[in-house]
């Protein structure tokens, strides 16, 4: 049983920061990722972390955001910096086991289990 638990949404100005946890109980090495829904909007792809380290972003938040991992707690981070209300979504913690190394952020569709999500609101 994959399970993923998001944590440390909430809000913030813009120009601020904030950083997300996903706690996550996987039993082998897994790509893990971030991805984002803002109202009225498809969900989109943030950042990955392929099963061998390597690390892709989106165009939008490369240089800003970063992705990482901690395996001895098990949890995934994403610290968000230089945030802007154009960041505003709901964010979900999310994991494959079909995706190996990456050069890009993986599509949606190689994710087979999700978090519930956490929200993140910018101000500006």
């Known amino acids: 049983q994959v399970h993923l638990a998001e944590s440390g949404g909430g809000s913030a100005q813009a120009g601020g920061s904030l950083r997300l946890s996903c706690k996550y109980a996987?039993?082998?090495?897994?790509?893990l990722g971030w991805f984002r829904q803002a109202p009225g909007k498809e969900r989109e792809g943030v950042a990955a972390?392929?099963?061998?380290?390597?690390?892709a972003y989106a165009p939008s938040v490369k240089g800003r955001f970063t992705i990482s991992q901690d395996n001895t707690e098990s949890t995934l981070y994403l610290e968000m910096d230089s945030l802007t209300p154009g960041d505003t979504a709901m964010y979900y913690c999310?994991?494959?086991?079909?995706?190996?190394?990456?050069?890009?952020?993986?599509?949606?569709?190689?994710?087979?289990?999700w978090g519930q999500g956490t929200q993140v609101t910018v101000s500006s």
């Open positions: 999310a994991a494959s086991s079909r995706v190996a190394s990456i050069m890009s952020m993986p599509a949606e569709r190689w994710f087979d289990y």
């Open positions: 996987i039993k082998y090495r897994w790509c």
């Open positions: 972390i392929g099963n061998d380290g390597t690390i």
